[in-house]
């Protein structure tokens, strides 16, 4: 199992962008997919967007699809959530965690190595 770690939330305005990394301890880091998910309070866990462990493959939820880019460099152990034309609805806090077996499922159940979160909280 691998230990992740998220950073670069903030506070930006409606339209704006924001790049997220998730950090990841172990030496077998570029084994395992990663995903994105949001938890906005009193909702459930979002499945936002998924990548490969090798990173030539990419799925997103309708609602980050056109808007997000996640992409991964796995000699730096680090996967990225670039956020452009953020909206209020985006605003949750964002965890990062690792595939327990295949790539891309959308249910949290699926991963492990969660990290704190980041916060991200866009202004109207």
């Known amino acids: 199992q691998v230990q992740l770690e998220e950073s670069g939330g903030g506070l930006v305005q409606a339209g704006g962008s924001l790049s997220l990394s998730c950090a990841a301890s172990?030496?077998?880091?570029?084994?395992?997919?990663i995903s994105w998910f949001r938890q906005a309070p009193g909702k459930e866990r979002e499945f936002v967007a998924a990548i490969s462990s090798s990173g030539s493959s990419t799925l997103y939820a309708d609602s980050a699809k056109g808007r997000f880019s996640v992409s991964r460099d796995n000699a730096k152990n680090l996967v990225s959530l670039q956020m452009s034309n953020l909206k209020p609805e985006d605003t949750a806090v964002y965890y990062c965690?690792?595939?327990?077996?295949?790539?891309?499922?959308?249910?949290?159940?699926?991963?492990?190595?969660w990290g704190q979160g980041t916060q991200v909280t866009v202004s109207s």
């Open positions: 172990g030496r077998t880091f570029s084994n395992y997919g």
């Open positions: 965690a690792s595939a327990r077996t295949t790539w891309g499922s959308r249910r949290s159940s699926d991963y492990n190595g």
